[in-house]
């Protein structure tokens, strides 16, 4: 019995001899393992982190995305804007219906009862008066496509953000901003109606007013998705230190102070008249300037001042961005000064075209359009200086 107890307590010490000896080499061979692959045991316990990391990476790659393209379709929507206005089919609607407007009339009767709103308007009365069905029918699709492209913008938007937000790859704290630019592309309809409303009284356009805040808040909501879409692909928080990055920031708002002036221009159609270049009226600086009384006045109403100070800004902005782009030579941002730069003048020459030629349809469009691109690269460039 001794000796089975003897043998047994051997037999145990043995077996966990072996057990440790097979632990130690499974360890062993874990660390050999890691070593081969570059990573060490203490190591393989970060991996999870690291995936995690990616994880958030491809989210916020993925949520960048999503807001590049709906800032695609406000650019389209600003041109299809322009081309709605400068066909003068902007006051064909004359209800707003948030929900069911989203559906064209269906049958001759429906067009009919749309036709017959219409021509209870001045514009029709006094520009339009004798138009045909067919005619107005044109007119109509113009405005219904302008109005169909927000509502799309509003789903494009919403729906994503619904689904990032729920399956929780947008981060928390950029919740509250992608709510805000919801919250003003609703403002923005609100405000596409508002301005309507100017044109179905007394008027037989719309007010020049009203045109350019509605145009200024699409081109600030086409820029801050823009930004939050960087910020979002590069994962950074951006703050403006350097004296280059604020004159950055400062191009912006120059940019849109010249697109401000050039909704002035297209709401009392000011390109239509003075179509020379450099001279205008004759002189580089016309007499008459502040002819209108209140002064304040001549700057928003009156055709000769509106086209000189868009006239002016064009010029500022050409010398201030050549020589922005060549302060920003050495920086990692001189690609995209340089592009701003080209972009600008690009801008410049087409406008000019586009006075020279009296405002053609695809002209004016192209201009609005390249706007938005001019502002867009802006928008970029200052990004890419933000540390």
């Not at 019995?1 to 097979?22: D, E, I, L, N």
């Not at 190591?43 to 807001?67: G, Q």
């Not at 379709?73 to 600003?78: G, K, N, S, Y």
Request: aromatic share 12%.
């Amino acid at each position: 019995m001794a000796f089975h107890k003897a043998f047994g307590r051997f037999a145990q010490s043995t077996r966990g001899a072996r057990c440790c000896k097979r632990g130690d080499l499974s360890q062993a061979k874990a660390a050999r393992l890691g070593a081969a692959g570059g990573v060490s045991v203490s190591a393989m316990s970060v991996l999870p982190r690291i995936n995690a990391v990616e994880t958030a990476d491809r989210n916020r790659r993925a949520i960048a995305w999503w807001l590049f393209g709906v800032a695609m379709l406000v650019f389209i929507m600003v041109v299809v804007g322009g081309l709605t206005r400068l066909t003068e089919s902007g006051l064909s609607i004359t209800e707003w219906k948030p929900v069911t407007g989203a559906i064209p009339p269906m049958s001759e009767e429906h067009w009919q009862e749309e036709f017959d709103l219409y021509r209870q308007i001045p514009q029709y009365q006094l520009i339009n008066k004798g138009m045909s069905l067919d005619e107005f029918k044109t007119i109509y699709w113009w405005e219904w496509g302008h109005r169909f492209l927000g509502r799309l913008i509003g789903v494009a938007f919403l729906v994503p953000f619904l689904w990032f937000a729920v399956t929780r790859r947008v981060e928390r704290s950029m919740v509250p901003r992608l709510i805000f630019l919801f919250v003003l592309g609703g403002m923005q309809g609100v405000l596409g109606w508002w301005m309507v409303m100017s044109g179905l009284v007394d008027r037989t356009e719309v007010s020049q007013y009203r045109l350019a805040a509605h145009l200024g808040l699409a081109t600030i909501i086409f820029g801050a998705l823009i930004w939050t879409a960087l910020d979002m692909w590069h994962g950074k928080s951006t703050r403006f230190l350097s004296g280059l990055s604020k004159a950055a920031l400062a191009l912006i708002a120059l940019i849109f102070l010249q697109t401000i002036l050039g909704a002035f221009v297209a709401g009392i159609r000011a390109g239509l008249i003075y179509n020379t270049w450099p001279l205008m009226a004759g002189a580089f600086i016309p007499d008459g300037l502040l002819a209108m009384k209140p002064v304040w006045h001549n700057f928003f109403e009156s055709h000769l001042t509106v086209q000189f100070q868009h006239r002016m800004m064009a010029y500022l902005l050409l010398a201030v961005t050549a020589w922005h782009a060549y302060r920003a030579r050495k920086t990692e941002a001189a690609g995209t000064a340089n592009l701003l730069f080209a972009a600008v003048v690009a801008q410049a020459a087409l406008g000019i075209w586009t006075l020279l030629w009296v405002v053609p349809i695809p002209l004016g469009a192209a201009h609005q359009g390249g706007a938005m691109i001019v502002f867009g690269i802006a928008v970029w460039h200052a990004h890419r200086l933000a540390k």
